[in-house]
Each structure stands twice: as C-alpha cells, then as structure tokens.
C-alpha cells in the first residue's frame, strides 16, 4: 500500500505565495510520473502541473510563469511553488504519483487534498 501525505494549503492574498508538499511512503519501487491537481468548487478534476522522474515538466496554461514543480526523488516527493496567486486558483489541490510497487505492479495514487484559498 502507498500513502500520499500533502501540506502547505491555507488562505492567503492575491498575489502572494504558497508551496504545496506531497511525500509518498509505503510499498515503493519507483515513482514515475509525479503531479498536482485542483477542483474548484461545481468544475473538473483539472491538470496543474507534472513532472517525471526524469525532470521533464508539463503546465496547464493558466499556471505558466506563476508556479513551479518540482521533485526529490530520494525523499519521494514533489512539490508545487505558487506564486502571484490569483483567486482563480481557488481550489483543492491533489497530488497524485505513478507507483511501482516491489511486486512490479504499477498503480496511480492520489492524496487527501489541501485547500488553497486566494482572497481578493
């Protein structure tokens, strides 16, 4: 079994910052692909940004230039650099992680989500 713990949510001032963590522990083999997700209140489940364990790195549009990901790999986590936040990033953030596991099976697994608030 594979826990995703996340930390680093909270409320904060548009343009303001936060970094988000997200550790993975348990029966773990490698990690391929790492990312974050968000789902504002009434939308989709939507790509923020990922990362693979080689460093190759994707953002969803709305977040280019303004937040940043990145990975230890030794640690097994990745982390999300927010900044000049905006309200419409609102939203609960769900780190997600590509695991194989010792036995060689190869399952995706989400954490329990922060919330991050922008006030305006």
């Known amino acids: 079994q594979v826990q995703l713990v996340e930390s680093g949510g909270g409320l904060v001032q548009a343009g303001g910052s936060l970094r988000l963590s997200c550790a993975a522990s348990g029966s773990i083999f490698s990690i391929n692909a790492m990312g974050w997700y968000r789902q504002a209140p009434g939308k989709q489940r939507e790509l923020v940004a990922a990362?693979?364990?080689?460093?190759?790195?994707n953002y969803a549009d709305s977040v280019k230039g303004r937040f940043t990901i990145s990975r230890d790999n030794a640690k097994n986590t990745v982390y999300l650099q927010m900044n000049s936040l905006k309200p419409e990033d609102t939203a609960v953030y769900y780190c997600n992680a590509e695991v194989r596991s010792w036995f060689g099976n190869e399952n995706d697994y989400w954490g329990q989500g922060t919330q991050v608030t922008v006030s305006s």
């Open positions: 990362i693979t364990s080689g460093g190759s790195t």
